[in-house]
């Protein structure tokens, strides 16, 4: 490995980003009174783009759980208390996010965020019954993604780091500046990277 690979493959050990493109500085820590899952499909773990690392540097109270299994999600099964825990989902019986009212439902301790593609996250719901037991909150006027370098994947759905922030400014009122300001850092790394006439084409 010669020396320009190697400074490459160095990352930092707080954010994981490659050294020269560290993201640290751009990192805002929030609270949130709401616990957040975030339940990972293993062959989303190590996309480069992925957005749920993000969150886990930016919100105290985000855990990111890489499994396919009720096994491999025992831990959060044994600590939720459903009758207070939401799955983000887009759900036949979803309640939307932007009529919540605590007056009807009991107010949320817990959300669950599924991070995958839409097969892959179709395929954590059925090998989970547990998710498909528990109540749905979805999007009814969600923002518009910023993040235009997934949309091949993911069509006009937001990144796991957008749906998180989205939430709890609707839930418990919190900024989304925070989120955004990481992402904005990662698209703004990942953009230097892209060779220029690829590059032209996300930024219109
Ligand atoms: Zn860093």
Same mark, same amino acid.
């Given at each position: 490995?010669?020396?320009?690979?190697?400074?490459?493959?160095?990352?930092?050990?707080?954010?994981?980003?490659?050294?020269?493109?560290?993201?640290?500085?751009?990192?805002?820590?929030?609270?949130?009174?709401?616990?957040?899952?975030?339940?990972?499909?293993?062959?989303?773990?190590?996309?480069?783009?992925?957005?749920?690392?993000?969150?886990?540097?930016?919100?105290?109270?985000?855990?990111?759980?890489?499994?396919?299994?009720?096994?491999?999600?025992?831990?959060?099964?044994? !600590?939720?208390? &459903?009758?207070?825990? %939401?799955? #983000?989902?887009?759900?036949?019986?979803?309640? $939307?996010?932007? @009529?919540?009212?605590?007056?009807?439902?009991?107010?949320?301790?817990?959300?669950?965020?599924?991070?995958?593609?839409?097969?892959?996250?179709?395929?954590?719901?059925?090998?989970?019954?547990?998710?498909?037991?528990?109540?749905?909150?979805?999007? !009814?006027?969600? &923002?518009?993604?910023? %993040?235009? #370098?997934?949309?091949?994947?993911?069509?006009? $759905?937001?990144? @796991?780091?957008?749906?998180?922030?989205?939430?709890?400014?609707?839930?418990?009122?919190?900024?989304?500046?925070?989120?955004?300001?990481?992402?904005?850092?990662?698209?703004?790394?990942?953009?230097?990277?892209?060779?220029?006439?690829?590059?032209?084409?996300?930024?219109?």
């Amino acid at each position: 490995m010669n020396q320009k690979q190697n400074s490459l493959r160095t990352r930092c050990v707080h954010c994981d980003f490659p050294l020269r493109v560290c993201i640290c500085k751009h990192i805002c820590q929030i609270e949130s009174n709401i616990k957040v899952f975030i339940l990972q499909h293993p062959s989303e773990a190590n996309v480069a783009k992925n957005t749920a690392k993000l969150v886990n540097l930016t919100l105290t109270s985000a855990q990111v759980i890489v499994g396919e299994t009720p096994a491999d999600f025992a831990a959060v099964i044994a !600590s939720i208390q &459903p009758e207070y825990t %939401y799955l #983000i989902y887009p759900g036949e019986a979803a309640i $939307s996010v932007e @009529t919540f009212s605590p007056s009807t439902m009991p107010a949320p301790k817990c959300l669950i965020f599924l991070d995958g593609t839409w097969k892959k996250t179709y395929r954590l719901m059925q090998s989970n019954p547990w998710l498909s037991s528990l109540k749905q909150i979805s999007f !009814s006027k969600a &923002p518009k993604t910023r %993040y235009q #370098i997934r949309k091949a994947h993911r069509e006009d $759905s937001l990144s @796991t780091i957008e749906a998180v922030a989205y939430s709890l400014q609707q839930l418990e009122k919190i900024s989304p500046l925070p989120f955004m300001k990481i992402l904005d850092a990662m698209i703004e790394t990942q953009m230097a990277f892209m060779p220029e006439e690829v590059k032209k084409r996300y930024s219109s």
